[in-house]
């Protein structure tokens, strides 16, 4: 039920924020970012009694100085009165600070689901080279896997692939190797479990659009199977995307099959400058970072620029 709220959310969105998907890398997370922006700098200053906070900032900043003034001149009772006059001030400003949320978190919140849904990986484009994988358990190394032939794709390495022992994938730069540091010293993140997995490598060749792979396999336990297809092993079914601005889920998770784990084709995530990816130890992907990033730094400075409080 939830995929199916979010892919109508998604597709909603679409009409309104789909230009982002034209523009480079880069500028679809800025332009994410300051449209973000944008909406809760907008409500705020639609929802929020400007003038007040206006008069109130300037009250804040002569009340520090105040306060620094008696500090030095060792006044303590000037400085607890100034103290308490800004307290007072911080405690009313909080009240207003509720309301600009609550009207933005609706926009926010569509905007986050369509930038989990379009923004986490790069799209295949078309002569791009990908990889495909199959998970299968342990029990499974040195079996093999067959992915079916189809006009507008090439195997690099062959259709035919032997089930080999996983391994986890060597970091990408600076970035990567403290995220993979920092998740092994955390002691809520899951420790990896590695079967076995079968790897293919394609090319595209033909023109854009929606592809079916298909994957043939027979595991362990497909040999103590009574029925002829299990005899036989099974088709696994993964669909990519080539040479459009949308990409599907990277892995399918295949659940009550003994035999296989999941089918992955590998995307690139959509990392800021290229470097800044995701946060496994604190689960962020790398598009929520780059986002948050952009947001907490460019929203003072717009709210400074616009001179709204």
């Known amino acids: 039920m939830f995929e199916a709220i979010g892919d109508m959310m998604t597709h909603l969105m679409d009409h309104v924020v789909g230009w982002i998907l034209h523009l480079p890398r880069d500028l679809r997370l800025f332009a994410v970012a300051v449209l973000t922006t944008g909406v809760m700098v907008v409500v705020r200053l ?28 060792g006044d303590k009772e000037a400085k607890a009165r100034y103290k308490e006059s800004l307290t007072l001030i911080k405690l009313r400003s909080v009240k207003y600070e509720g309301k600009p ?38 029990s499974g190394i040195g079996r093999y896997a067959h992915l079916m032939p189809q006009e507008g794709l090439e195997a690099v390495d ?60 027979r595991g362990v336990a497909a040999d103590r199977g009574d029925r002829p297809e299990e005899r036989t092993g099974k088709t696994y079914v993964k669909d ?41 130890f604190l689960f962020l992907p790398p598009w929520l970072v780059a986002y948050l990033v952009i947001i907490i730094v460019g929203l003072p400075l717009i709210k400074r620029l616009t001179r709204i409080y």
């Open 46 to 73: 639609w929802s929020t009694p400007q003038d007040w906070l206006r008069r109130a900032d300037r009250d804040k900043k002569r009340l520090g100085r105040l306060i620094r003034q008696a500090r030095r001149g």
């Open 101 to 138: 949320l609550l009207w933005a978190i609706i926009p926010v919140v569509l905007l986050a689901v369509w930038c989990f849904y379009r923004l986490g990986y790069q799209p295949i484009g078309v002569g791009q080279e990908v990889k495909v994988n199959l998970y299968v358990p342990a």
């Open 158 to 217: 062959g259709w035919v692939q032997r089930v080999r022992e996983d391994e986890m994938p060597e970091p990408e730069g600076w970035w990567d190797a403290f995220n993979a540091r920092m998740s092994r010293w955390m002691p809520w993140v899951p420790e990896p479990v590695l079967g076995g997995v079968a790897t293919w490598r394609l090319k595209t060749t033909g023109e854009k659009g929606r592809y079916t792979l298909r994957i043939r396999y």
């Open 240 to 280: 990519i995307l080539v040479g459009g601005r949308h990409y599907t889920d990277p892995i399918t998770f295949v659940n009550d099959d003994p035999d296989v784990d999941g089918v992955e084709v590998v995307l690139k995530p959509m990392k800021l400058f290229g470097v800044i990816g995701g946060l496994d």
